[in-house]
């Protein structure tokens, strides 16, 4: 007798499920973040050094250099920007979809650290002496050129040093360099030779004092264009680093590459997955259709996993992915097979289908648990990408777990139970010259 | 099937064929070792995209044009691409450079990776001292669900196969980078999943009947391949398929990665079907035969 009831269920659950599918798969496909190698942009991992000696690099030292670069970026107005600590001198800064990467990159690592220095290149002043918040970006009023001006906390220090500098002997030597980024063996009289064969010095300007000057305000006047002049007070105002940081490691990733990658890899993607369905209706045939059913579930509750905890998609992920399905259909082979036998042994659909699903589900337990528990251990023990393979890993082989096996047992389970498919091993791809009697 | 090879009886052969492929592979991994990508070297790499045909000359001229000296000029895609290798860190300003040059010249800017070999090296090193933790953590697990001889033979089978594509990659001088131990790792994941599933199907047949003599330890290793070896193939070939669709169809910087993948898939079906299971078979064996050589002390009934 012929169950019709079980179809309907069968296809009211399918239904449901596509319905599930269809409304929320523009939301999670538009919502899932792409990481780089995806849609441009860079990433680079600063190691970080102290500025002064006897200085050490601390945890506190690292948060406080985040959030300075944190900072920075918001001048450059990237949306999502990653910042991580890692390990204990390290920092990874990834910016995904930067239209200008050349300035990202000078803005990021610049020390900002401002300094006033005499023509022996002695520190008068540093950033520690300029009040927070106090750059600005203005114009000269005679000559109309963009400057920068500046508040320092002590008016009284300012005319201690400009009288200092004022005292200095011989003729000429009586001015104030301001540089940006003083590098230990730089030398301003060195400098000088550079800019006098026509080269641009390193030092931002050098004004002569002719005077005391007891004030807070000090301009700097350097060859600025209006952008650089405001570019400048702006990092000033975000702070300097406490450190220094020196790039390790960068890769960057133009936008159109970004996108090539992507359609092909989807693309890729379209095609292994259509020839695995292929492969798995033919073997298979009914349970190949449930194969098919199951697999596209496991696709959909992976991006979704993935979506819901915010996951950055890249490249080798989209791999990882494809060959996930390649791998969750392992799951379905070990129960198709395994009903397979049971069926060639002589027994019944319905017996077959439970003895099946019975026996195969120790063995997928158990080689499920081994590959979780080595997923485990590289998620445990391993760094950055390692981690991440390893997340992917661990949630691929839970989402077959559960997809293969229940889904397995619902949906074919509805079928076997309709009577339908009583006495037609061929639906299962059995040859009845193979069925032994029992 | 009326299939009836004998994969027992042959072990050794295969012992044989996975023992000098090993030796194969140490000897060269300590001569010419691996060609190692910039990721382990210091290094940069610039990627090109042009609107335009592409010349291994003329890409030359254009970063000798910018004071630069390219080690090695590969085109790419329609020779409109350009994957050109540096020695040496490329410094900011450099990019900085080649950056605004061929974005004025092609409407595309460049992508750029520079890196110091100690980043590659730490995450090669820690992927390797993780694997070994994980072979430890399977090692216990199994001993526990199944038994020791059978944790022993699973783990040399996955080192066997993780090993293999270190060394094939060493033998065809195909490039080594961070992808690289992504398909090493997915391999590991891969290998011991196939192989549980055999001795599963081992143990399940052991329960059924008593094993008193080789003999039958032998047909047993057998009949439990031949059962599951319908699902070793078909397993394998849907992952293959996967495989063979990202090697062909995939961006290009996943190529190695998918090549990786596809000589450790071959090689990880190989060892369960045939190193795997039989080297179970011989540590069985022996465990069989010292139970037997001592048997009047332990049961004094006798």
């Given at each position: ?313 890249t490249?080798p ?65 391993g760094t950055s990408s390692v981690k991440g393979f390893a ?48 | ?122 995450l090669?090193?820690?992927a ?50 961070l992808p690289?131990i992504a ?120």
């Open positions: 007798m012929v169950k019709r009831s079980k179809i309907v269920i069968f296809f009211v659950v399918l239904l449901m499920f596509a319905a599930l599918i269809g409304l929320t798969t523009e939301k999670i496909v538009k919502g899932t973040k792409l990481g780089l190698d995806l849609q441009g942009g860079f990433e680079v991992l600063y190691e970080v050094k102290p500025v002064k000696k006897g200085q050490k690099v601390t945890e506190d030292t690292l948060k406080s250099t985040v959030e300075a670069l944190n900072s920075r970026i918001n001048v450059l107005g990237v949306s999502e920007p990653e910042i991580q600590i890692e390990g204990d001198n390290r920092i990874r800064v990834q910016l995904a979809g930067v239209s200008d990467q050349n300035k990202a990159r000078e803005l990021l690592s610049t020390q900002a650290e401002l300094t006033f220095r005499d023509v022996d290149d002695k520190v008068l002043l540093d950033g520690s002496d300029l009040k927070g918040n106090g750059a600005k970006q203005t114009f000269e009023p005679n000559s109309n050129k963009p400057i920068v001006s500046l508040k320092l906390k002590d008016a009284d220090k300012f005319a201690e040093i400009t009288e200092e500098i004022l005292n200095r002997q011989p003729q000429g030597e009586n001015r104030l360099v301001i540089w940006l980024d003083y590098e230990k063996g730089d030398s301003f009289k060195e400098e000088v030779k550079k800019e006098m064969g026509g080269k641009e010095p390193k030092y931002i300007s050098a004004p002569y004092v002719n005077e005391v000057l007891t004030q807070e305000d000090v301009t700097i006047t350097g060859q600025f264009s209006v952008e650089e002049a405001q570019s400048l007070a702006k990092i000033l105002n975000a702070g300097a680093l406490p450190v220094k940081l020196d790039e390790i490691y960068s890769t960057s990733v133009g936008a159109k590459f970004g996108e090539k990658a992507l359609d092909e890899t989807i693309f890729a993607g379209f095609i292994g997955i259509a020839a695995i369905f292929l492969f798995m209706l033919i073997f298979y045939r009914v349970p190949g259709i449930i194969a098919v059913l199951t697999l596209t579930i496991y696709i959909y509750l992976i991006l979704a996993i993935f979506y819901l905890m915010n996951g950055v998609l490249l992920g989209i791999a990882a992915l494809i060959l996930g399905v390649g791998m969750a259909v392992d799951a379905n082979i070990i129960t198709y097979e395994r009903i397979k036998e049971e069926l060639k042994s002589g027994k019944s659909v319905l017996s077959a289908f439970k003895a099946g699903n019975r026996r195969s589900f120790t063995t997928i337990f158990d080689a499920n648990i081994t590959t979780i528990l080595a997923a485990a251990v590289l998620f445990a023990y997340l992917v890993l661990i949630i691929s082989v839970l989402a077959s777990f559960i997809t293969a096996v229940f889904g397995t047992r619902l949906f074919l389970g509805l079928w076997v139970q309709s009577r339908l498919m009583d006495k037609k091993p061929g639906l299962f791809g059995v040859k009845e010259s193979d069925i032994r009697e029992l | 099937m009326s299939f009836n090879y004998d994969f027992v009886k042959n072990r050794n052969l295969y012992f044989i064929i996975s023992a000098l492929l090993t030796a194969a592979g140490i000897i060269f991994l300590l001569t010419i070792g691996l060609k190692l990508g910039i990721d382990f070297e210091s290094g940069s790499r610039v990627n090109i995209q042009a609107n335009e045909t592409l010349t291994n000359e003329r890409v030359e001229e254009e970063f000798k044009s910018l004071g630069l000296e390219p080690e090695s000029v590969v085109l790419a895609g329609n020779n409109d691409q350009a994957n050109v290798a540096f020695k040496g860190v490329l410094s900011k300003e450099e990019i900085a450079k080649l950056n605004t040059h061929f974005e004025e010249k092609y409407g595309e800017s460049p992508s750029v990776s520079t890196v110091t070999p100690t980043v590659g090296r730490e090669a090193q820690n390797l001292i993780a694997v070994l933790i994980a072979s430890v953590g399977i090692i216990i697990y199994v001993a526990f669900r199944f038994e020791w001889s059978m944790a022993i033979s699973a783990v040399t089978a996955l080192l066997h196969d993780a090993f293999m594509i270190i060394a094939v990659f060493s033998i065809l001088r195909l490039e080594v980078d690289f398909a090493v790792l997915t391999i590991v994941g891969y290998s011991i999943n196939d192989t549980i599933v055999t001795f599963d199907r081992i143990r399940e047949n052991m329960k059924l009947e008593k094993v008193k003599t080789q003999e039958k330890l032998a047909e047993i290793v057998n009949r439990s391949i031949r059962e599951t070896l319908t699902r070793s193939i078909n397993t394998v070939l849907t992952v293959i398929i996967a495989a063979v669709a990202l090697l062909i169809f995939g961006a290009d910087s996943i190529r190695n990665f998918s090549i990786a993948l596809l000589i450790g898939l071959a090689f990880g079906a190989y060892s369960s079907i045939f190193i795997a299971s039989q080297l179970w078979y011989v540590l069985k064996s022996r465990q069989m035969k010292s139970k037997k050589s001592r048997p009047v002390e332990s049961e004094p009934e006798i």
